[in-house]
C-alpha cells in the first residue's frame, strides 16, 4: 500500500520561530510537492521538487523554502512563521511523466501560529 | 492555463438520494481530470481521473464521473448517498506537459442527511 507520511498532524508555533514540515513517502517517486489547504481556495501550490536538490517554485512560495537531501524526503521551511502562515498543509508525491499520472497525499498538518 | 470551477460550495443530499457535484474546466488542450476525496482531517484520495480514454470513468465507492468536452464539464455522480460519502470533493485539472501543475478547484462540502 502507497504511504505519504508527514511528522506532526497538528502543530502550534508562535511567530518569528523557524518551522520545519516533514514529508516522507515509500513509492519511490521522483516528485514531491508542497501545498497549503484554505477553506475556499482550495490546494496552492507552494513548491514542489522532481529530483534529489531540485526545486521549483509554486504559487505562493513568498516565506518558505525547502529542503531534498534525499529521495524519499521533502521538508518545508518557515524561516520565521507569521500568522497568516496558519493553514493546512500536505504533503504530495507522484511518478514523473505524463500529466495522467495522479498524485498521492499524506494525511496533512495543520499549523496554527500565534 | 487551465483551471477548474466547482460550481457549488456545499451540497447537502438524504442518504439514499442520487449526489451530482458539478465541475467545469477550462483549458486550451486535451487535459487530465481528477476527483479527489478528504474525509474530515484527513489527506486527499483519489476517487477517479480521465485520461482521454473512455468518457465515462467509474471510480472508488459507486462514484463515477462523465468528461463532456462540448460542455467543459466533468460533473461527478454518485446513484445513491450514503453517511459515509460526506466530506470535501476537489476537481482537478492536470497538464499540459506534466502532472507538475495540477490546479484544483476550490472544493464542494458533501453534507449527507439520515
Known amino acids: 500500500d502507497v504511504k505519504v507520511t508527514q511528522s506532526s498532524r497538528y502543530l502550534v508555533k508562535r511567530t518569528g520561530e523557524k518551522v520545519f514540515l516533514e514529508c516522507v513517502q515509500d513509492?519511490?517517486?521522483?516528485?514531491m510537492f508542497w501545498y497549503r489547504q484554505d477553506p475556499g481556495l482550495g490546494l496552492r501550490l507552494i513548491y514542489f521538487s522532481y529530483d534529489v536538490k531540485m526545486k521549483e517554485k509554486g504559487d505562493i512560495p513568498e516565506g518558505y523554502s525547502v529542503s531534498r537531501e534525499k529521495k524519499e524526503r521533502f521538508s518545508l521551511i518557515l524561516e520565521s512563521a507569521s500568522t497568516n502562515q496558519t493553514s493546512m498543509y500536505l504533503c504530495?508525491?507522484?511518478?514523473?511523466?505524463?500529466?495522467?499520472?495522479?498524485?498521492?497525499f499524506g494525511p496533512g498538518t495543520r499549523l496554527t501560529v500565534t | 492555463a487551465q483551471s477548474v470551477t466547482q460550481l457549488d460550495s456545499h451540497v447537502s443530499v438524504s442518504e439514499g438520494t442520487p449526489v451530482l457535484l458539478r465541475c467545469n474546466y477550462s483549458?486550451?488542450?486535451?487535459?487530465?481530470l481528477f476527483w479527489y476525496v478528504q474525509h474530515p482531517n484527513k489527506g486527499l484520495q483519489l476517487l477517479l481521473k480521465y485520461t482521454s480514454a473512455a468518457t465515462l470513468v467509474k471510480g472508488i465507492n459507486g462514484f463515477e464521473a462523465e468528461f463532456k468536452k462540448s460542455e467543459t464539464s466533468f460533473h461527478l455522480t454518485k446513484p445513491s448517498a450514503h453517511m459515509s460519502d460526506a466530506a470535501e470533493y476537489f476537481c482537478?485539472?492536470?497538464?499540459?506537459?506534466?502532472?507538475?501543475?495540477?490546479?484544483f478547484g476550490a472544493g464542494t462540502r458533501l453534507t449527507v442527511k439520515p
Open positions: 504530495a508525491s507522484s511518478r514523473p511523466g505524463t500529466y495522467s499520472y495522479e498524485q498521492y
Open positions: 483549458s486550451s488542450y486535451s487535459p487530465s
Open positions: 482537478v485539472v492536470s497538464g499540459p506537459y506534466n502532472n507538475n501543475d495540477m490546479r
Open positions: 513509492m519511490d517517486h521522483e516528485n
